[in-house]
């Protein structure tokens, strides 16, 4: 039998008919619709989240495709492949992407609640320019035979819109594996499709074991915050699966002050935690969405710190080729001399303490 959730994919936003339902388009934005080969689309709860007449409304920028994304001046080609390590000499399935030792991301789908306008992975997932052969089997088989992964962030797409069958059979397959110690899921859908916490995934992601879970979604303005969300949140924690946030930098729509202090609080207000907040990577097509690489730290230093808890204060990172490279630079210390540390706070206060030799 359907489910609420199902329901919501069946009833996908993906044609001008249907999205006419949630907002009156521009004649921009209908011309570009009409013209668009690309994948685009989202939820009827998310489209339902939208601003009506408003083609600047946050929500609705990160859903309806843009002139801009024919735009190209600083994306990086072929970027994925770059950034997966997908052309190097160690042989792996499509479906696992690696920058560390020890962790893997295991692409498990293409599909997605949201196909965001900003998705580093444009050229696979939006875009369909990359061709990729996401075998679970084959990736499961890999793990295996690499004993060092000790941590596997699954991925896509967005695994959550996995039945709960195929999500019991990968992390069932996983926890058996002797040096796999976490088990990571991305997704959007507590923030796309809250209804698809059900107590069938809970079931399934729920119990007590030694290969936890974790939950890292992307909310990335406090307008996406809703009760079904605070409400879906409380049903992952209640059964052991802890929720990070992992918010994309995003020009115009999260890199005000107000914004970005009201979403790390909201999150928090929902039992979120702030993880990362991502610099907009640069792959193809996404130039309109970036701001200059300092800006996440300085949000963090005008919106959050000392005007918040710390709870709320996430990373500023870049994803990279080599990993995620924090982007945090120090405007604490202001110098050092033998006796003292100088010292300078959020309000510009100053103040020192003994510099401890080794």
Same mark, same amino acid.
């Given at each position: ?112 609640? !949201? ?33 060092? !992964?000790?941590? !596997? ?20 397959? *996983? ?29 399934? *992601? ?86 200059? !690489?300092?800006?996440?730290?300085? *949000? ?59």
């Amino acid at each position: 039998m359907s489910g609420v959730w199902q329901d919501q994919i069946k009833g996908f936003v993906n044609s001008i008919e249907k999205v006419k339902q949630y907002i009156n388009l521009t004649s921009e934005e209908e011309k570009i619709l009409t013209e668009t080969k690309t994948t685009w689309g989202t939820t009827p709860y998310f489209a339902s989240l939208m601003d009506r007449d408003d083609p600047n409304c946050p929500i609705r920028r990160q859903v309806i495709p843009s002139l801009h994304e024919h735009e190209n001046r600083f994306g990086m080609q072929d970027y994925l492949l770059w950034k997966e390590n997908r052309e190097t000499e160690e042989q792996r399935p499509d479906c696992i992407a690696r920058q560390y030792r020890d962790r893997v991301a295991f692409t498990v789908t293409q599909v997605c609640g !949201v196909y965001c306008r900003h998705c580093f992975r444009k050229e696979l997932v939006v875009d369909g320019d990359l061709q990729l052969n996401f075998n679970v089997d084959e990736g499961l088989q890999w793990i295996a035979e690499h004993p060092e !992964v000790r941590d !596997v962030l699954i991925t896509g797409g967005d695994p959550f819109l996995l039945s709960d069958d195929k999500l019991e059979y990968l992390i069932s397959k *996983l926890r058996e594996l002797p040096h796999v110690e976490m088990i990571r899921f991305g997704t959007r859908l507590p923030i796309v499709l809250p209804q698809r916490i059900t107590p069938g995934l809970k079931k399934v *992601l729920g119990k007590y074991h030694r290969v936890p879970i974790w939950v890292n979604t992307q909310c990335n303005h406090p307008n996406e915050i809703t009760e079904e969300t605070a409400k879906a949140v409380f049903e992952l924690l209640s059964c052991g699966v802890n929720v990070g946030n992992q918010a994309v930098l995003l020009k115009g729509i999260n890199d005000d002050v107000d914004t970005f202090r009201e979403l790390h609080q909201k999150l928090l207000r929902v039992r979120i935690k702030p993880y990362y907040v991502f610099y907009c990577e640069p792959a193809p097509g996404i130039d309109h969405f970036r701001t200059p !690489v300092e800006k996440g730290a300085e *949000l963090i230093r005008d919106a959050l710190r000392g005007h918040t808890t710390g709870l709320a204060q996430p990373m500023s990172v870049i994803a990279t080729n080599i990993g995620k490279i924090p982007l945090m630079p120090d405007y604490y210390i202001i110098g050092k001399d033998e006796e003292n540390y100088y010292l300078r706070n959020h309000k510009g206060e100053e103040t020192s303490i003994p510099n401890m030799p080794e």
